[in-house]
C-alpha cells in the first residue's frame, strides 16, 4: 500500500485535480515545476535558513510529565505552537512563498477561516515584500476581529468572501475564483493539504518538516526514531499531514486522527467529515466530504474555526479508507475541558483545533510504555475571548 | 443525429442562452425553456444549481443560491423536464458542476438524459483528461455531447486534444474571467477568436462568458458559430421577470 501521491495526482481513490479550465494552465505550472524547485539548492538553503532564522525551528520536542503521569503513557508534545506567528501554518507558506518567487508571481492570493494561515500567509508576503490579498468569509471577519486587524498591520488588503454560507469553503471559493481572473501573475497560497493536485502534496512536503524533526529528537531523548503513535487534530489535515509523513510507510507506528464532533456526530452541528463524509467533489479536489443526498456541500460546525472545513485532504480520506489512519471525534465539551487540562497540567495554552488532539486520552487507551506524539499545532491566545465565554473566566 | 450536430450544421449563427433552473421561481424552468424556444434562441443550457459554483462571477452565484432555497434538486429538474420533448424541440444542453452528477451517480444521471431528450453536458469541473479515462463511453454509451472549455491561456496543442475528444462544439471562454465578469471586448479578445478561427478546428465554436448584448453577441460571432448569453439573461429575468423573455431576445437580434 502507498501513502504518497501517484503520478495522477492521486492517493488511492482520492484527490486528483477537478478545476475548471480557466485554471489549468496555473495549475499545471505548478504540478509540472513544484517538485523540481523544491529540489534545487538554493531553494533549499532559503527555506532551511527561514525556517530556522525566522520561524524558529526546530520545534522542541517536550516530554509533558504530568500529563504522562495522569494518563500513565509516555507523551510528547511537539510544539509547533512556539513557531513565529503561533502554529504550523507559516512551515506552508514560507515554502510556497518561495515558490511563488521561483515562479516569478508578484501577487499573492490566500483563503482563511479563523485567520490563523492568512495571517501566516501575510506575514511571508510582507517579509518579501509581495502584494498580498486574503480572502476571509463575511461572518468570519466579524468573529475573528484580531486576526483581521493583524492582517492588515502586515500590509495585507483582506476582502469579504460574501457568497454562500459566508464562511471558510466561501473564502476558498472566491480565492480560486481570484485565480481564474488574475490568471499570470498571481499565486494562490493554499493553506491546508487540500484543493487540486498538487496542493496536497506540496503542503503535506513542507509541513513534513514536523515528522523529520520528531524522529530525530525522538532519537536524542528515547534512542528511538518511531514513536508507537502520533496524533493530530483535522479540519483539512496539514499539521496532521506533517505529523504523519515520515511514519506513514512504518507500520509500526500508529497514526491518530482527531475530528471535531462539534456538539455530536450525529447532532447535525458537526465537522467530522470522516463519519459524515461521502466521496465527493471539493475545490478541485475528490475527497470524502460532508452534502447533501443532492450532492450540496453543507455547512460543518466546530466550536474551532480551525475545524470546521466540510471537507478533509485526500490523503486522510485514503488512511481513513485503508485503515492506515485511526479515526476518533472529539465534542466541543470534551476538547475545551482537554484544553484547559494541558493548561493547567504543563502551563500550555492550546489553540482549540490542538485541543481536540489532547482529547484523545478520553477515546483511547495507551499502554504505559508507549510513546505517544501529539502535534501541538498551535497556541491558544487567539482563542482567548471563546475560552473566557465557554469557562466564564 | 444529436439535435445539437444538426443545429451546428445550419447556416446561421446560433444563439444560446443559459438559465439557472429553479430560479426566480421554482417551478419556472418549463416555461422559461419553451418561451426561450418561441422567440427564436437556437439551443438552451439548462443550469443545475450548485452550492459552490467555482466558476461562477456573483449573478449565477446568487441564481443557485436562490435557486437551492427554493428547493431545486437534480431529482426534482429531470421530474419538471419529463414532458419536455412534447413541447420544444431545440437542443437543450445541462450545465452543471460535477459533485451534484457524482452524488446522482454518473451513469444513472446520463441515462436519465437520454431518456428526457437531453443532447449534452457542460460540466466546467470535470477535466478532460478524467472524462477521457473514466466516463467518455458512458456518455456515448447515452448519445450525449460532452463539451469542453477552452480560455485565452490554452495552448495550441491542448485545444487540439480537446477537439479530439470532442463531439460536438467546443465551448470558448471569452477572456481569462468567472462568469458575467467582463462587459466588453478589446483587442485581446479579437486576437484570440481569431488565433482559434486560424486552427481550423473540426468541432464548431460557440463563445460565452462576457456575452451581454447585441454588440459582444456580433463581435464574438463574426468568426465563431454562435455565443452564449448568461449572466446579463438572468439579470434580465431578476429585473424583469419571466414574462418579458420575448424583450430580452428581440435586443440580441
Redesign the interface.
Given at each position: 500500500m502507498s501513502y504518497t501521491v501517484n503520478e495522477k495526482g492521486y492517493y488511492g481513490d482520492f484527490g486528483?485535480?477537478?478545476?475548471?479550465?480557466?485554471l489549468?494552465?496555473n495549475v499545471e505550472e505548478l504540478r509540472t515545476s513544484y517538485l523540481q524547485i523544491m529540489e534545487t539548492p538554493s531553494f533549499q538553503k532559503e527555506f532551511n535558513q527561514l525556517l530556522k532564522d525566522y520561524v524558529g525551528r526546530p520545534s522542541p520536542l517536550f516530554y509533558a510529565k504530568r500529563l504522562s503521569e495522569k494518563y500513565n503513557t509516555k507523551v510528547y508534545l511537539k510544539r509547533e505552537d512556539l513557531n513565529h506567528t503561533g502554529a504550523h501554518k507559516v512551515n506552508n507558506t514560507i515554502g510556497q512563498i518561495l515558490v511563488a518567487k521561483h515562479l516569478g508571481k508578484n501577487r499573492i492570493i490566500a483563503e482563511t477561516g479563523a485567520g490563523q494561515h492568512g495571517v501566516a500567509t501575510a506575514t511571508v508576503c510582507a517579509l518579501m515584500g509581495i502584494q498580498c490579498v486574503v480572502y476571509m468569509g463575511e461572518i468570519d471577519i466579524e468573529r475573528q476581529a484580531p486576526n483581521v486587524a493583524r492582517m492588515k498591520m502586515l500590509g495585507a488588503e483582506v476582502r469579504p468572501a460574501k457568497?454562500?454560507s459566508k464562511t471558510l469553503?466561501?473564502a476558498t471559493?472566491e480565492a480560486?475564483?481570484d485565480w481564474?481572473?488574475?490568471?499570470?501573475d498571481t499565486h494562490y497560497i493554499i493553506g491546508s493539504a487540500i484543493g487540486p493536485h498538487p496542493y496536497p502534496d506540496m503542503v503535506t512536503r513542507f509541513q513534513a518538516i514536523i515528522s523529520e524533526e520528531i524522529k530525530w529528537q525522538l532519537q536524542e531523548k528515547e534512542g528511538r526514531e518511531n514513536p508507537d503513535y502520533v496524533v493530530a487534530c483535522i479540519g483539512g489535515g496539514s499539521n496532521a499531514a506533517g505529523t504523519y509523513y515520515h511514519f506513514l510507510d512504518n507500520p509500526e507506528v500508529g497514526i491518530i486522527a482527531v475530528e471535531a464532533a462539534g456538539k455530536g456526530v450525529h447532532s447535525g452541528e458537526s465537522a467530522a467529515t470522516s463519519q459524515l463524509g461521502?466521496?465527493?467533489?471539493?475545490?478541485?479536489c475528490k475527497t470524502l466530504l460532508m452534502?447533501t443526498?443532492?450532492?450540496?456541500?453543507?455547512e460543518p460546525y466546530s466550536i474551532s474555526a480551525g475545524l470546521d472545513y466540510p471537507g478533509v485532504g485526500p490523503l486522510h480520506s485514503h488512511l481513513y479508507r485503508t485503515g492506515r489512519g485511526e479515526f476518533f471525534s472529539v465534542t466541543d465539551d470534551d476538547a475545551m475541558t482537554a484544553g484547559l487540562e494541558l493548561s493547567q497540567l504543563e502551563g500550555i495554552i492550546p489553540a482549540i483545533e490542538t485541543s481536540h488532539a489532547l482529547a484523545i486520552f478520553n477515546d483511547k487507551k495507551f499502554k504505559p510504555d508507549d510513546i505517544v506524539v501529539i502535534s501541538l499545532s498551535g497556541r491558544g491566545d487567539k482563542d482567548l475571548n471563546t475560552y473566557i465565554d465557554y469557562f466564564k473566566l | 443525429m444529436n439535435r445539437i450536430n444538426k443545429k451546428l450544421a445550419a447556416d446561421k449563427k446560433l444563439l444560446s442562452i443559459y438559465f439557472t433552473a429553479g430560479y426566480p421561481e421554482l417551478n419556472d424552468t418549463v416555461k422559461i425553456i419553451e418561451d426561450l424556444e418561441k422567440n427564436g434562441v437556437d439551443m438552451i443550457e439548462i443550469g443545475l444549481p450548485?452550492?459552490?459554483?467555482?466558476?461562477d462571477?456573483?449573478t449565477i452565484?446568487?441564481s443557485s443560491?436562490a435557486a437551492?432555497k427554493n428547493g431545486m434538486?437534480?431529482?426534482l429538474l429531470f421530474e419538471q423536464l419529463a414532458d419536455i420533448r412534447k413541447t420544444v424541440s431545440i437542443p437543450l444542453i445541462i450545465m452543471g458542476?460535477?459533485?451534484?452528477?457524482?452524488?446522482?451517480g454518473v451513469e444513472a444521471f446520463c441515462a436519465k438524459c437520454q431518456e428526457i431528450g437531453i443532447d449534452g453536458l457542460i460540466i466546467?469541473?470535470?477535466?478532460?483528461a478524467?472524462y477521457h479515462e473514466h466516463y467518455q463511453h458512458i456518455f456515448e454509451k447515452y448519445g450525449l455531447v460532452n463539451v469542453?472549455?477552452?480560455?485565452p491561456?490554452?495552448?495550441d496543442e491542448?485545444i487540439r486534444f480537446i477537439d479530439q475528444v470532442s463531439n460536438g462544439f467546443i465551448y470558448m471562454?471569452s477572456s481569462?474571467?468567472?462568469t458575467g465578469?467582463k462587459n466588453t471586448f478589446g483587442n485581446e479578445q479579437s486576437n484570440y477568436f481569431d488565433r482559434i478561427a486560424a486552427l481550423q478546428l473540426q468541432n464548431p465554436q460557440i463563445v460565452g462568458f462576457g456575452i451581454s448584448n447585441k454588440a459582444t453577441f456580433e463581435q464574438a460571432t463574426k468568426t465563431a458559430k454562435g455565443a452564449i448569453i448568461g449572466s446579463a439573461f438572468i439579470k434580465h429575468l431578476t429585473h424583469n421577470g419571466v414574462d418579458s423573455i420575448a424583450d430580452f431576445i428581440s435586443s440580441i437580434r
Open positions: 486528483g485535480a477537478f478545476i475548471p479550465e480557466m489549468y494552465p457568497s454562500g469553503k466561501d471559493n480560486i475564483r481564474i481572473n488574475n490568471p499570470v461521502k466521496e465527493g467533489i471539493i475545490h478541485g452534502q443526498n443532492d450532492g450540496q456541500i453543507t | 450548485f452550492s459552490d459554483p467555482l466558476a462571477g456573483p452565484q446568487e443560491t437551492l434538486t437534480t431529482k458542476y460535477f459533485n451534484p452528477m457524482m452524488q446522482y466546467p469541473d470535470l477535466p478532460v478524467e469542453f472549455l477552452i480560455t491561456q490554452t495552448s491542448r471562454v481569462a474571467s468567472t465578469a
